[in-house]
C-alpha cells in the first residue's frame, strides 16, 4: 500500500509549541567546546558526538557514533518510507577558535540568551544550523510517526579543519542518496532567504622561513644576516600587485569570465556593497580594481594572509634577528581554478624568490574544490518552494565566498546532488566575538526544513537508503558505537530527564 504524503502543518504546529524547548538543549548543544583546531578539546568532542547521538535517538533515528583518526562522526538514519527518496543531511559540530575571552560580552562556551538572540561560539556556525534539522526532523516523527522520506544524518566535528577524517571515510565507504542538503551558509536578512548556488574553494598552506640556526644579536649582525621576517615580508608582499590582483603565474588561466549580464543579475541578488561593509565595520573597500565589494567576495578569487608569527612579540625591545619566521595564508578560488595546480605555484614561487642561505618549508593545510551548483536542479526548486513557505519570500540565488569541504566531495566524487540551504546572517559575528543566532531565524529555519523534506519527498527515488558498506561493516558493538545503554552507562542523561 502506498504512503500516504504527509502535510506539515501539524509538524509546524509541534515546532512552534516546542520552541522554548528548542532553545533550551540548543544551548546545551552549544556549551560543548568542540574546537577542532585545538588538540585538548578531544574529551569534548567526544562528550558532544555522544551527546548528539542520543539525542538523535530520542528523536527517533537509528544513531551511532563513529570512531575515527580525529573527531568522531555522527551517523543517524530513517529508513522507514520505501519508494520514497533517500535525502542525506550533511552539517558539522565543531566550531571555530573562540579567541580571547576580553572581547566577549559572554564566555564562549556558556551560551546566553539576551534579548531574542541565543550567544555562544557555534550559535550560527554551526550548530544552530544542524539543530534546525534535528528539531525538523522531531517534529514531523512527533506528528506523525514517522518522516515523509528516508534520511541519513552525517554530523562531522572537523569541518572547520576541512574535513579530513569524513573525507577518508566517504570515501572508503560512499553514502547513497537522492539528494544531499547542506545548511552551513547564509542569508541575505532575517525575512530574506538565499539559496547559494556557488562556494568559493580554498587552498590554505603555512609557509616556514629559517635563517641562522639560533637568534642573534641585531647590533652584532644587523645588515649582514638574513632576517627570515623581513624575508617573509617580502615573498607576501610579491604575492599582489598594487591592483588587488594574486601575482602568481598562471593564477587566473582557468579563472571562468563572467558577462556583463551575468554580473548584474549577481549585484541584484546578493547583499548590498554597504551592508557588506557595515557588517565588516568598516567604510572602505578593499580588493581587485574593477569589481565591487560583494562580486570581489563571491565570484573573483583572493589571497589573505591569515597569521604572521615571528621574533621578539613581548612587552619593550629586544635587539634579535629571529632565526625563523612563519605565516599562514589562504587562497579563494572560483571556478575553473584547481587547488593542487595553486599549490604548485606557490611552491614554485617561493622556491624562485627565497634568498640564498635560507631554508624554507610549505605544508598544505586545507584543499577545497570551488562548486557551482544548477538552480534548475528538483533539489533547489524544493528548497526555494519550502523557502517560501518558512520565510513568507522567495529566496535570492547567491554566491558564497566561503568554502564548505565535504560539497566538493559530494558533488565532484560521489555524484550527489547538493542543495546549499542555510540559514545564517550576515551580522551573527560568524569566526568572531558575541557569535549568535536570531530566535526568529532559527524558528523559520525548522519551518523551512519541515516543508524541505515533505517537497522532496515528492521527488523520484534512484538509489536505496544505505550508507555504503560502512552499515554493513561497521555493525554496532560496544567497542565502535554508542547506543543508549553505553551512553548512559559513561553518565550522559537522556534527552528527556535534561
Given at each position: 500500500?502506498?504512503i500516504?504524503?504527509?502535510?506539515p502543518?501539524?509538524a509546524?504546529?509541534?515546532a512552534?509549541f516546542h ?7 540548543l544551548a ?11 588538540p585538548?578539546t578531544g574529551?569534548?568532542?567526544e562528550?558532544?558526538a ?10 527517533g533515528?537509528?544513531a ?7 573527531a568522531p562522526?555522527?551517523i543517524?538514519n530513517?529508513w522507514h ?16 577558535p ?8 559572554s ?5 546566553q540568551?539576551?534579548g531574542?538572540?541565543l ?7 554551526d550548530?544552530?544550523q ?8 522531531e517534529?514531523h ?18 569541518e572547520?579543519i576541512?574535513?579530513?577524517a ?5 570515501r572508503r ?11 552551513d551558509?547564509?542569508?541575505l ?7 547559494t548556488?556557488?562556494l568559493?574553494g ?5 609557509l616556514?622561513v629559517?635563517?641562522a640556526?639560533?637568534?642573534?644579536h641585531?647590533?652584532l ?13 617580502r615573498?607576501l608582499?610579491?604575492?599582489e ?9 598562471g593564477?587566473y588561466d582557468?579563472?571562468r ?12 541578488s546578493?547583499p548590498r556593497d554597504?551592508?557588506?561593509?557595515g557588517?565588516?565595520?568598516?567604510a572602505?573597500s578593499w580588493g581587485?580594481?574593477?569589481y565591487?565589494?560583494?562580486e ?12 604572521i608569527y615571528?621574533?621578539h612579540?613581548g612587552?619593550g625591545?629586544?635587539?634579535?634577528i ?8 589562504s587562497?579563494r578560488l ?5 587547488p593542487?595546480?595553486?599549490n604548485e605555484?606557490?611552491r614554485?614561487?617561493v622556491?624562485?624568490?627565497i ?11 586545507k ?5 557551482l551548483?544548477s538552480?534548475r536542479?528538483?533539489g533547489?526548486?524544493a ?8 520565510f513568507g ?5 547567491v554566491?558564497s565566498g ?6 566538493s566531495?559530494?558533488?565532484?566524487n560521489l555524484?550527489?546532488?547538493?542543495v546549499?540551504?542555510g ?7 560568524q569566526h568572531?566575538?558575541n557569535e549568535?543566532?536570531?530566535l526568529?531565524?532559527?524558528r523559520r ?8 523534506y515533505s517537497?522532496?519527498?515528492g ?6 537508503p ?7 561493516t561497521?555493525?554496532?558493538?560496544e567497542?565502535t ?5 553505553a551512553?548512559s552507562d559513561?553518565g550522559?542523561?537522556t534527552v528527556?530527564?535534561l
Amino acid at each position: 500500500m502506498p504512503i500516504r504524503a504527509l502535510q506539515p502543518s501539524r509538524a509546524l504546529e509541534l515546532a512552534t509549541f516546542h520552541m522554548e524547548e528548542t532553545v533550551r538543549d540548543l544551548a546545551r548543544l552549544l556549551a560543548f567546546r568542540t574546537d577542532s583546531s585545538d588538540p585538548t578539546t578531544g574529551a569534548q568532542m567526544e562528550a558532544c558526538a555522544r551527546w548528539l547521538a542520543l539525542y538523535l535517538i530520542q528523536v527517533g533515528l537509528d544513531a551511532r557514533v563513529l570512531p575515527t583518526h580525529g573527531a568522531p562522526v555522527v551517523i543517524g538514519n530513517w529508513w522507514h518510507a520505501p519508494g520514497k527518496p533517500t535525502l542525506l543531511i550533511y552539517a558539522h559540530y565543531d566550531v571555530q577558535p573562540p579567541g580571547p575571552r576580553s572581547v566577549w560580552t559572554s564566555p564562549p562556551f556558556m551560551p546566553q540568551l539576551r534579548g531574542a538572540k541565543l550567544y555562544a561560539r557555534g550559535a550560527s556556525d554551526d550548530k544552530g544550523q544542524l539543530f534546525a534539522h534535528v528539531k525538523a526532523m522531531e517534529a514531523h516523527l512527533r506528528a506523525y510517526g514517522r518522516l515523509p522520506l528516508n534520511v541519513t544524518c552525517i554530523f562531522e566535528g572537523e569541518e572547520e579543519i576541512g574535513s579530513p577524517a569524513l573525507s577518508r571515510l566517504m570515501r572508503r565507504r560512499p553514502p547513497r542518496a537522492d539528494v544531499a542538503v547542506v545548511s552551513d551558509t547564509t542569508i541575505l536578512g532575517p525575512e530574506q532567504p538565499a539559496i547559494t548556488v556557488g562556494l568559493r574553494g580554498q587552498l590554505a598552506a603555512e609557509l616556514k622561513v629559517r635563517g641562522a640556526s639560533s637568534d642573534l644579536h641585531s647590533g652584532l649582525f644587523g645588515g649582514s644576516v638574513g632576517n627570515p621576517i623581513q624575508v617573509i615580508g617580502r615573498l607576501l608582499a610579491g604575492l599582489e600587485n598594487g591592483a588587488g590582483r594574486v601575482a602568481l603565474p598562471g593564477f587566473y588561466d582557468r579563472v571562468r569570465p563572467l558577462s556583463i549580464r551575468e554580473r548584474i543579475e549577481l549585484r541584484s541578488s546578493g547583499p548590498r556593497d554597504h551592508d557588506l561593509l557595515g557588517v565588516a565595520g568598516t567604510a572602505n573597500s578593499w580588493g581587485e580594481a574593477g569589481y565591487s565589494p560583494y562580486e570581489r567576495v563571491a565570484i573573483r578569487p583572493a589571497l589573505t594572509v591569515n597569521g604572521i608569527y615571528g621574533g621578539h612579540l613581548g612587552a619593550g625591545p629586544k635587539s634579535v634577528i629571529p632565526s625563523m619566521a612563519g605565516a599562514k595564508l589562504s587562497f579563494r578560488l572560483v571556478p575553473d581554478q584547481n587547488p593542487v595546480e595553486v599549490n604548485e605555484l606557490l611552491r614554485a614561487y617561493v622556491a624562485n624568490h627565497i634568498p640564498p642561505g635560507m631554508s624554507w618549508s610549505l605544508k598544505t593545510q586545507k584543499v577545497e574544490w570551488p562548486i557551482l551548483t544548477s538552480s534548475r536542479r528538483p533539489g533547489v526548486r524544493a528548497a526555494a518552494e519550502a523557502y517560501r513557505r518558512g520565510f513568507g519570500r522567495k529566496p535570492a540565488l547567491v554566491r558564497s565566498g566561503g568554502s564548505v569541504a565535504l560539497v566538493s566531495l559530494l558533488e565532484r566524487n560521489l555524484g550527489i546532488p547538493t542543495v546549499l540551504m542555510g540559514f545564517g546572517l550576515l551580522t551573527d559575528r560568524q569566526h568572531g566575538p558575541n557569535e549568535h543566532i536570531r530566535l526568529d531565524v532559527l524558528r523559520r529555519a525548522i519551518y523551512t526544513c519541515i516543508n524541505f523534506y515533505s517537497l522532496v519527498a515528492g521527488v523520484s527515488s534512484r538509489r536505496s537508503p544505505t550508507f555504503g558498506t560502512l552499515h554493513e561493516t561497521d555493525a554496532p558493538s560496544e567497542q565502535t558505537t554508542f547506543g543508549v545503554k553505553a551512553l548512559s552507562d559513561a553518565g550522559y542523561k537522556t534527552v528527556a530527564s535534561l
